[in-house]
């Protein structure tokens, strides 16, 4: 009798496993579904609502209380010395980091210690970066509210998601390629520089867009550190008062008119067109790489 019962149970729960099976296709689907229609329409409204507000005055034009001739040079200008900056120190540092962690570190203390802050990091919110960047690079070291702080700021900010990439990309290449040279004598450090750094940098330099495009997007550090929503003067040395996109996006959607909520869908859209720029330049190095390898291993 207990054999019966069992069997039953096992037969209704070999039945609930099919109906899952058949179900869970179609609510994976409805949720791909509802999460590409929610991205979509939001896109739609941006460029209904500022579509028409597109034009070379708002990337030249300085920002203004007047909404037909306000504009967010200075805001574009403030990112791109701010994230190019960061990117500069970011990048390498990554890379240097992953190397030390794929092809030096023999799993000692130090490599823990690393990789434990490096995961750490990955979890702190953004605000934190620019409450502590303030404090200690703004005050504390005299660098005030500038483009090097908060360059400094997005740097670290960016840096666990370039290191872990490049520390996977240093872990894809094989590793019958790195016997083989130790094989015929070369060094780690011709390892590092003709066999793994060389396959790794298409991924790396992905994982570096990633990260520029990240702090491109980036507003609640860099309002901390900044301070400034409003300003008509482009940066001229890595000690200017400067500003950035979001904060100038945030600024003009404050505000009660409706010709600035305009604006700042137009503002929205010129910052997803330098992010697909910056992303089709990633795909373009990363393609150009990949085949430069392929001819020098032919």
Known sequence: MGHQVLTGFERRYIRLRKTIDRLLPIILSLAVFIAVATVASLLLIVIITGGHRLSWNLILNYPSANPEEAGMRSAIMGSIFTVGLSALICIPLSIATAIYLVEYSKGGRLSSILSYNIANLAGVPSI???????????????????????????????????????????????????????????????????????????????????????????????????????????????????????????????????????????????????????????????????????????
């Not at 702080?149 to 872990?164: D, K």
């Not at 060389?198 to 860099?222: D, F, K, N, Q, V």
């Open 128 to 298: 934190i970066f620019g409450v502590v960047a303030l404090g200690f690079l703004g005050y504390w070291l005299g660098m005030g509210r500038t483009i090097i702080t908060g360059a400094f700021t997005l740097a670290i900010l960016t840096l666990p998601l370039v290191t872990v990439t490049c520390v996977e990309a240093l872990k894809a290449v094989p590793d019958d390629l790195r016997l083989g040279a130790y094989a015929l004598g070369a060094t780690t450090l011709q390892v590092v520089r003709h066999i793994s750094l060389p396959r790794a940098l298409p991924m790396m330099l992905t994982g570096g867009i990633l990260g520029i495009s990240r702090a491109l997007g980036e507003a609640a550090p860099i309002l901390v550190v900044s301070g400034l929503l409003f300003i008509r003067e482009d940066p001229t040395s890595l000690f200017s008062k400067f500003t950035v996109m979001p904060l100038q996006l945030y600024n003009w959607i404050s505000r009660p008119q409706p010709a600035f909520v305009e604006l700042s869908s137009a503002g929205i859209i010129v910052l997803l067109l330098i992010l697909l720029a910056l992303n089709g330049v990633a795909i373009a190095l990363r393609q150009y790489l990949i085949r430069r390898i392929g001819q020098t291993w032919r």
